[in-house]
């Protein structure tokens, strides 16, 4: 009956397999290389739990966001903040701060705007982030445009294992929440066809504003342990444009909407920027690359790398973009009323 | 107790009154067809009672209670439930997964063995597993009307709900609705199908301009000399 | 001393008057794409930025002075425009789940990839377009009026007239209102959507990318002054509604005096803040727009 004829149980061991092989390589990788690769996979680890959590609105939800870095920017003030000689906090204790900090900007700024259209959204986050740069730059006790500075008495170790920790975490918490619960349903409803999941008793503002909080609060702890892990803070290093840029860039080369597509666009964008950037040394070419590869993939891989994998098919967002043959048991294209979709 | 009242619902949109006073009940267990040319108002007629769009003016209530400006998903909580003119099916969701979406607050267990029964009631249990953007337009229709009926619902709307299906699925979906019906269910259907608005609705209301021009049985719509002059058409013979 | 004061105000307020003529200019061409191509544009900015750039080049290259280089300005980016369009239009027309979001990330890439490149090209030093043309201050009852500032705001005003006129006196203005009002419609009724969508595309890249120049010409810029002014546009056309034209006017004249007032009397450094803080208030209580005449959900 279906196209593709993948054996269950032989899938589920080859991904269970590669899982555990991934899983293997990442935890012991301190073990048998330098620091220098060390920070490299924290980097990865940090940016592919950024992409997933922007992923839980703009590829699960379908509301774009393009502020999500104000929530990176909020974790890491609040344990720079709390950090600050006088205060002292525990590193570990600063961290539910951020993610609380920021799933309370989440809600005062998703409630007015979840209940519009995706543009306001997109729209309003944006402004929060620009405006929260401008706020920080200007008052005193976040350092201004001078930062701050973190106690530098970690090791590298530390940090990597802090980071993976935490992106692993954030994937299994989007495993469980979004992909094998009663919540994922409603919000990959909400995203389908929000006018039908109203009919059917789904309250969508209140689905649309607990995947936007939670996706706020994730990347607010990723933020606390990069401002430990850098040691010096300023609005430029967590509260650029180009950070939410590249959470969006990430998700969706890797794959909207997918499980493993950010941790896979992630990877690839942020190895190659490495590379780049230790060959050409050029960071604003790196934004324009950035931008183009955005507006390619939009144009002509719509659902990303994992389009690629072949179990992936069947979950895929649009079959039509990479022209696969129409499937044979009562097939006849979907009805896709753009028209009825704004933005 | 009337399953649904309505009293002088009115609806505009800028200069346009889509529902300009409408006001007629639907007793428990009836099916009700609603009949009207292109534009009439039965599909904002539909909108404003489901709560997908708020009335300018007028009064609903469900179930002997007041539903009047309520969010669409509050009303079908309480016992509504539509199908669309264009079949929405969530289509990045297999059939299965947009069955189980639609499942009652509060039974999460029970919702999977229920999207069962139903797949099996509608005889899609061979296309469980498809993505619902697969689906041939008939297809799509037994889904939403799969997708209501999770949620067992007291009163339904019908919208257009058998519109360019195969005769096949046609008769699932009509044996479904007299099985409803037999169970207590209420039914308002808009249709163009005059076949089937004879054979399964006892009432019919006539809209057009957004005004109820007409109320009766089968027989008595179709000798209404200004309903057939304007909609229906005279019979072949 | 409240002579002083009373005069500053009025300074402000017609500094901020003038200065929302361009505001106006930029939002009138980004509010018609918005409802032509149902798109929100969030490269908006960056044509005013591009078109600054090239009301520099045009002095430093071509030796031409950049107010004389504004028909050439509209020409070039109408042409870009025209090429980025059809683009825009295929993204919007997809069988994505929302592919008016996928739009809309769309414009953010090539928003974003031209910033990079011309941070890469320019670096990031604050420039300002030299014009000789226009130059001078005016004085009425004590308050400066500059010159240029009042050439922006003659060129907003004759801009957007033209484009209303245009919108609302010719047949293809026509076909463009009643596209951005319904689409299907329209090309039921045998409007091109897709060509038209690429005229007013290019029609508000070439106005915008020309209103750059002349804000270039009043404060100085940077490479990186695109998304401020994304953000301008997108309040005054928040602010209007989504989708109307004729609240622009209003929304920018009053944006512009907005930011002047901060700037004078609360600190350059707030403007942003507030900004935002009043884009937020007006979403929070009117979202179709203070004057309630654009589609908000």
């Known amino acids: 009956m279906m196209v593709q004829e993948v054996k269950p149980k032989r899938s589920a061991a080859l991904s269970a397999l590669s899982l555990i092989v991934i899983i293997a390589f990442l935890a012991t990788l301190p073990l048998w290389t330098d620091d220098y690769w060390v920070r490299i996979w924290t980097g990865v680890a940090m940016w592919a739990g950024l992409a997933a959590s922007w992923n839980i609105i703009g590829g ?98 530390f940090f990597y294992y802090a980071m993976l920790i935490a992106s692993a975490a954030i994937y299994l918490i989007v495993f469980l929440l979004l992909e094998r619960s009663r919540f994922g349903y409603k919000v990959k409803a909400v995203r389908d066809n929000e006018a039908a999941a109203q009919s059917l008793g789904i309250n969508t503002t209140s689905v649309k504003l607990q995947a936007f909080v939670l996706s706020a609060a994730l990347p607010a702890v990723l933020g606390g342990i990069d401002a430990y892990w850098i040691t010096f803070i300023n609005p430029q290093s967590v509260l650029a444009g180009d950070i939410t840029d590249q959470m969006v860039v990430m998700s969706l080369v890797g794959g909207l909407g997918h499980l493993w597509g950010p941790a896979i666009g992630a990877t690839v964008l942020y190895l190659s920027s490495t590379w780049l950037n230790a060959h050409f040394g050029s960071s604003t070419g790196y934004i324009a690359m950035i931008g183009a590869l955005l507006a390619l993939i939009v144009l002509f891989l719509p659902d990303g790398l994992v389009g690629f994998l072949p179990r992936a098919r069947n979950m895929r967002l649009v079959r039509q973009m990479l022209r696969l043959p129409e499937r044979p048991a009562g097939a006849a294209g979907p009805s896709a009323d753009t028209s009825g979709d704004r933005p | 107790m009337n399953a649904l009242a309505v009293s002088d619902l009115k609806r505009s949109f800028g200069g346009i009154r889509a529902v300009a006073g409408v006001s007629f009940n639907v007793a428990v267990k009836e099916i009700v067809g609603i009949i009207g040319p292109n534009g009439s108002g039965k599909s904002t007629l539909f909108n404003l009672l489901s709560g997908t769009i708020p009335p300018s003016s007028g009064a609903i209530s469900l179930l002997g209670r007041d539903v009047t400006h309520q969010p669409a998903y509050r009303i079908a909580r309480q016992g509504l439930g539509r199908t669309f003119q264009i079949p929405t099916p969530f289509i990045n969701m297999t059939v299965r997964e947009n069955l189980l979406a639609a499942a009652v607050e509060g039974e999460w267990r029970s919702a999977r063995s229920r999207a ?15 993505l619902a953007a697969t689906l041939s337009g008939g297809q799509q229709r037994l889904l939403e009307f799969g997708r209501i009926q999770m949620r067992d619902p007291q009163i339904i709307l019908l919208d257009e709900v058998t519109a360019g299906v195969n005769p096949r699925l046609r008769q699932i979906i009509l044996a479904r609705v007299r099985d409803l019906r037999q169970k207590g269910k209420t039914f308002l259907v808009i249709e163009h199908d005059m076949e089937l608005v004879r054979t399964i609705c006892e009432r019919i209301i006539v809209m057009d301009a957004g005004e109820i021009v007409f109320e009766g049985t089968f027989e008595e719509v179709a000798r209404n000399e200004r309903v057939v002059d304007a909609y229906l058409g005279r019979p072949e013979t | 001393m409240v002579r002083v004061a009373m005069q500053l105000l009025v300074q402000t307020v017609i500094d901020g008057l003038l200065v929302g003529g361009l505001y106006v200019a930029i939002s009138i061409g980004f509010s018609l794409a918005f409802g032509v191509l149902d798109v929100v544009d969030f490269a908006v900015g960056e044509w005013v930025m591009l078109g600054a750039f090239a009301g520099v080049a045009s ?64 670096g990031f030093d604050p420039r300002t377009v030299e014009t000789h043309l226009v130059g001078g201050t005016m004085m009425i009852g004590g308050i400066h009026i500059p010159w240029l500032r009042l050439a922006g705001f003659i060129f907003a005003i004759v801009s957007t007239a033209l484009f209303m006129g245009f919108l609302f006196f010719t047949r293809t203005g026509l076909a463009v209102r009643a596209t951005a009002q319904n689409k299907r419609n329209a090309s039921l009724m045998g409007i091109d959507v897709k060509r038209l969508s690429g005229l007013v595309y290019a029609i508000y890249a070439g106005l915008t990318a020309m209103a750059g120049v002349l804000i270039g010409a009043i404060y100085s810029f940077t490479a990186q002054v695109g998304p401020q002014y994304s953000l301008l546009a997108f309040f005054v056309v928040v602010m209007a509604g989504l989708g109307s034209v004729g609240g622009v006017l209003v929304a920018g ?29 007006i979403l929070l209580v009117s979202p179709q727009g203070v004057l309630r005449r654009g589609l908000a959900a």
């Not at chain 1, 950090?83 to 570990?92: A, K, R, S, Y």
């Not at chain 1, 920021?102 to 209940?115: H, K, Y």
């Not at chain 1, 543009?119 to 006790?141: G, P």
Request: hydrophobic content about 60%.
């Open chain 2, 116 to 130: 069962e029964e139903v797949l099996d009631a509608l005889e899609i249990g061979h296309i469980a597993d498809d």
């Open chain 3, 253 to 281: 004249l009053f944006l512009g005096m907005l930011q002047a007032l901060v700037t004078v009397y609360v600190g350059a450094d707030y403007t942003l803040a507030i900004v935002f803080g009043v884009l937020f208030l």
């Open chain 3, 59 to 122: 002095q430093a290259w071509l030796g031409i002075d950049p107010i004389a280089f504004l028909p050439a300005v509209f020409v070039i980016f109408a042409l870009i425009g025209l090429l980025v369009a059809p683009l825009i239009y295929r993204v919007r027309t997809s069988r994505y789940a929302r592919p008016a979001l996928m739009a809309l990330a769309f414009t953010f890439g090539i928003a974003m990839f031209a910033r990079g490149v011309m941070l890469t090209s320019v």
């Open chain 1, 60 to 157: 699960y939800a379908g509301y774009i966001s393009f502020g999500q870095v104000a929530f990176f920017g909020i974790g890491a003030y609040a344990t720079a903040i709390l950090m600050q000689p006088g205060l002292d906090w525990n590193f570990f204790l600063t961290l539910p701060v951020g993610a609380v900090v920021a799933g309370v900007f989440a809600l005062i700024v998703g409630w007015p705007t979840l209940r519009l259209r995706g543009a306001y959204f997109a729209i309003a986050t944006w402004a929060l982030a620009e405006a929260l740069t401008q706020i920080v730059n200007t008052v005193d006790f976040t350092g201004g445009s001078f930062g701050l500075s973190t106690p530098g008495n970690a090791e590298t170790g």
